[in-house]
């Protein structure tokens, strides 16, 4: 009977201090184990026999485990919204000005561009002006015109500048040019410029010449004086021109007696009028109209006899 009291006792003290023991062990709970394999080793025999067949070598071969690699575990990483803010605002900013950087570094592309473009016209225009010239001038003039020729050493546009007048070359663009020129003054100088314009570069060269002496001829176109006995009028008006520039007088004589004489008026040295009034005497007058040019002179009787009271 005693025997059996000692194996209760021990069975009631024992077993609860090993229960125990087992739940303050951590190690010893289940879920810190539930993924563990247990590694045992392989026993791997190979027979070597070198020498006596009998004899068996005993290797232990250790499997290890292998890990599966494909699955990639991506850590997520929770940012609160006032950064996410901050965030943007900070990367907006840094491609804004990024932009800008691209903006101004192309503008500093184009405009070096530009001037190395400007720089370059510039050289091409100083080699077309440094290779462009005017040659061969010849004139060939008349009395009252004058056809004018000369070349150039590349395709250019040509033109005369005369007395203030631009004369287009009759030939367009080419290296020949000529142009025609009227209504001059006989025996007259003239000096003008011929300019030559190819690839934005230019060249002028200048010139002159002498129209050729033209006779000087006399057309008489009015005159008249008032006056009569009956009615005294002593005004009088002539007019005439001539072919070249000249001057002019009207002279009064009276009895084959050069009594007075006036000169004329002309706006273009060729048209001329004069108008006076004669003495009021009883006499008769005869007129005369005097041109001069240069050595040569002409004068015209005019049959127009005045009478004044």
Same mark, same amino acid.
């Given at each position: 009977m005693k025997k059996y009291i000692l194996t209760l006792l021990a069975i009631v003290l024992i077993i609860p201090s090993i229960a125990l023991a087992s739940w303050w062990n951590p190690f010893t709970w289940k879920i810190f184990n539930s993924n563990k394999k247990e590694i045992i080793p392989q026993i791997q025999v190979i027979t070597t026999n070198p020498i006596n067949s009998d004899v068996k070598k005993i290797i232990p071969v250790i499997k290890t485990p292998?890990?599966?690699?494909?699955?990639?575990?991506?850590?997520?990483?929770?940012?609160?919204?006032?950064?996410?803010?901050?965030? +943007? !605002? *900070?990367? #907006? %900013?840094?491609? /804004? $000005?990024? @932009? =800008?950087?691209?903006? &101004?570094?192309?503008?500093?592309?184009?405009?070096? +561009? !530009? *001037?190395? #473009? %400007?720089?370059? /016209? $510039?050289? @091409? =225009?100083?080699?077309? &002006?440094?290779?462009?010239?005017?040659?061969?001038?010849?004139?060939?003039?008349t009395e009252n015109s004058a056809?004018?020729?000369?070349?150039?050493?590349?395709?250019?546009?040509?033109?005369?500048?005369?007395?203030?007048?631009?004369?287009?070359?009759?030939?367009?663009v080419g290296t020949t040019h000529q142009v025609d020129i009227n209504n001059l003054d006989s025996d007259s100088s003239f000096n003008g410029s011929i300019t030559a314009i190819a690839n934005n570069a230019w060249k002028n060269k200048d010139f002159q010449f002498t129209t050729k002496h033209s006779p000087l001829a006399f057309t008489y176109r009015d005159g008249s004086c008032g006056g009569s006995t009956t009615h005294p009028n002593n005004s009088c008006n002539f007019s005439w021109s001539t072919n070249i520039k000249s001057s002019g007088k009207v002279e009064v004589y009276s009895f084959g007696t050069l009594v007075d004489s006036f000169s004329s008026q002309s706006a273009d040295g060729k048209t001329y009028s004069v108008k006076f009034v004669l003495p009021n005497n009883p006499v008769s007058y005869t007129f005369k109209i005097n041109a001069t040019s240069g050595g040569e002179s002409v004068e015209v009787d005019v049959n127009i006899n005045q009478h004044s009271a």
């Amino acid at each position: 009977m005693k025997k059996y009291i000692l194996t209760l006792l021990a069975i009631v003290l024992i077993i609860p201090s090993i229960a125990l023991a087992s739940w303050w062990n951590p190690f010893t709970w289940k879920i810190f184990n539930s993924n563990k394999k247990e590694i045992i080793p392989q026993i791997q025999v190979i027979t070597t026999n070198p020498i006596n067949s009998d004899v068996k070598k005993i290797i232990p071969v250790i499997k290890t485990p292998t890990i599966d690699k494909s699955k990639k575990v991506t850590p997520t990483v929770n940012i609160p919204k006032d950064n996410k803010a901050e965030i +943007q !605002a *900070k990367s #907006e %900013a840094n491609l /804004k $000005a990024k @932009a =800008e950087q691209d903006a &101004l570094i192309a503008k500093q592309k184009a405009d070096e +561009q !530009a *001037k190395l #473009e %400007a720089e370059q /016209k $510039a050289k @091409a =225009e100083q080699d077309a &002006l440094a290779q462009l010239s005017i040659n061969n001038i010849v004139i060939d003039s008349t009395e009252n015109s004058a056809k004018i020729s000369w070349g150039t050493n590349i395709q250019s546009e040509s033109k005369v500048i005369l007395n203030g007048h631009e004369y287009i070359s009759e030939n367009g663009v080419g290296t020949t040019h000529q142009v025609d020129i009227n209504n001059l003054d006989s025996d007259s100088s003239f000096n003008g410029s011929i300019t030559a314009i190819a690839n934005n570069a230019w060249k002028n060269k200048d010139f002159q010449f002498t129209t050729k002496h033209s006779p000087l001829a006399f057309t008489y176109r009015d005159g008249s004086c008032g006056g009569s006995t009956t009615h005294p009028n002593n005004s009088c008006n002539f007019s005439w021109s001539t072919n070249i520039k000249s001057s002019g007088k009207v002279e009064v004589y009276s009895f084959g007696t050069l009594v007075d004489s006036f000169s004329s008026q002309s706006a273009d040295g060729k048209t001329y009028s004069v108008k006076f009034v004669l003495p009021n005497n009883p006499v008769s007058y005869t007129f005369k109209i005097n041109a001069t040019s240069g050595g040569e002179s002409v004068e015209v009787d005019v049959n127009i006899n005045q009478h004044s009271a």
